[in-house]
């Protein structure tokens, strides 16, 4: 079956840690994009990329880092300069620039 | 900045009722607007779209509506049924440094009870 696959699932860190979340997608999607989710806030976008080699901050980049190396793998890497890295955190994938976002079952991370 | 504004918060209807959510957008250039369902422990999927040159969309139960003037877009859902319980989220696009990004609305928790 085609879709986007995150892994951890559920992730504990302590503070100070980096630590890494996975995305793969096999929808041969160009554009892949990493939104975080806050109780109350919605979504909002941390960094996106629009083909392999390429991508551009979001609203909250800061305190986050990723790549794009392949096609179907997106890797968000959540740093130690990140004040407040405790949320669930979605990665997603879209043919084009604008149109149906398909999202992945999304990583929970908790900082100790 | 961009924004998207979203209302309610939370949501409680009987099963069989209809359930209004509605949004605003600020930036005038938005042609796309997608609604989003997300269940519990679940990432969102599309359940409908709409973009600026119609006003409204029909797919069975679920509407949207679009008034461009007023930059405000609405989810209708018909005839609820407890499996529509669920957060929803509205978007709207918008230019920023060359591409094109969805901005979402702070969600909808849709209760239906039997």
């Known amino acids: 079956d085609g879709g986007i696959t995150q892994s951890p699932k559920y992730l504990f860190r302590k503070e100070g840690q980096n630590v890494t979340l996975s995305c793969e997608q096999n929808?041969?999607?160009?554009?892949m994009y990493w939104y975080r989710q806050d109780p109350g806030q919605g979504l909002r976008l941390i960094y996106y990329?629009?083909?392999?080699?390429?991508?551009q901050k979001g609203d909250i980049a800061e305190g986050y880092s990723v790549s794009r190396e392949k096609k179907e793998s997106f890797p968000l890497t959540v740093t130690s300069a990140q004040k407040n890295p405790t949320a669930f955190y979605l990665c997603?994938?879209?043919?084009?620039?604008?149109?149906?976002?398909?999202f992945g079952e999304g990583s929970r991370l908790t900082v100790l | 900045g961009e924004n998207v504004e979203q209302h309610p918060s939370t949501l409680s209807v009987q099963e069989g009722d209809s359930a209004v959510i509605k949004c605003t957008y600020s930036?005038?250039?938005?042609?796309?607007f997608p609604w989003y369902k997300q269940e519990l422990g679940k990432g969102p999927q599309l359940i409908i779209d709409?973009?600026?040159?119609?006003g409204e969309k029909k797919d069975q139960r679920i509407a949207v509506t679009l008034n461009k003037t007023a930059k405000h877009f609405s989810l209708h859902i018909t005839e609820t049924q407890p499996e529509d319980s669920a957060v929803y989220f509205c978007?709207?696009?918008?230019?920023?440094?060359?591409?094109?990004?969805?901005?979402f609305g702070a969600g909808t928790r849709l209760a239906v009870h039997p």
């Open positions: 997603a994938s879209s043919i084009g620039v604008i149109g149906e976002l398909f």
């Open positions: 929808l041969n999607h160009d554009a």
């Open positions: 990329s629009q083909i392999v080699n390429d991508f």
């Open positions: 930036d005038s250039a938005s042609n796309y």
């Open positions: 709409i973009r600026s040159n119609v």
């Open positions: 978007a709207a696009s918008a230019l920023s440094g060359g591409y094109n990004k969805l901005i």
